[in-house]
């Protein structure tokens, strides 16, 4: 599978944006797929995670309440809609895959060593 990232931007403290991840070459519904982030100096962290049937999620403690992860299988894609953005949430966000349709599961994995397919990253700024 091979994985689109796009929607990022710059964005003042307390706006919103809404990244896409848009998959080809395999369904998205067999995968179990995750939001990670990586500022510069740090390292790549887990943000929201979603399972292939869209049954369970996976939020970072950091943005409960704020992010939202939903999939839509029509369009092979997954979101992540962020919601009242911080300084501390700049940073590049990266949608990853995880094959799953071989178990019933609805684990969401939260480290980045599960997952085996990533996008190329679209860049989050927000400025204060």
Same mark, same amino acid.
């Given at each position: 599978v091979q994985?689109?990232?796009?929607?990022?931007? @710059?964005?003042?403290?307390?706006?919103?944006?809404?990244?896409?991840c848009a998959a080809?070459?395999?369904? @998205?519904?067999?995968?179990?797929?995750?939001?990670?982030?990586?500022?510069?100096?740090?390292?790549r962290e887990f943000v929201a995670g979603i399972s292939w049937s869209g049954s369970s999620t996976k939020y970072a403690d950091s943005?409960?309440?704020?992010?939202?992860?939903?999939?839509?299988?029509?369009?092979?894609?997954?979101?992540?809609?962020m919601n009242s953005l911080k300084s501390e949430d700049m940073a590049v966000y990266y949608c990853a895959a995880r094959y799953q349709a071989y178990t019933s599961s609805t684990y969401v994995y939260p480290a980045p060593a599960d997952y085996f397919y990533w996008g190329q990253g679209t860049q989050?700024?927000?400025?204060?």
């Open positions: 994985l689109q990232a796009s929607g990022g931007g @710059l964005v003042q403290a307390g706006d919103s944006l809404r990244l896409s080809s070459g395999r369904s @998205l519904s067999d995968y179990v797929m995750g939001w990670f982030r990586q500022a510069p100096g740090k390292e943005v409960k309440g704020r992010f939202t992860i939903s999939r839509d299988g029509a369009r092979n894609t997954v979101y992540l809609q989050v700024t927000v400025s204060s």
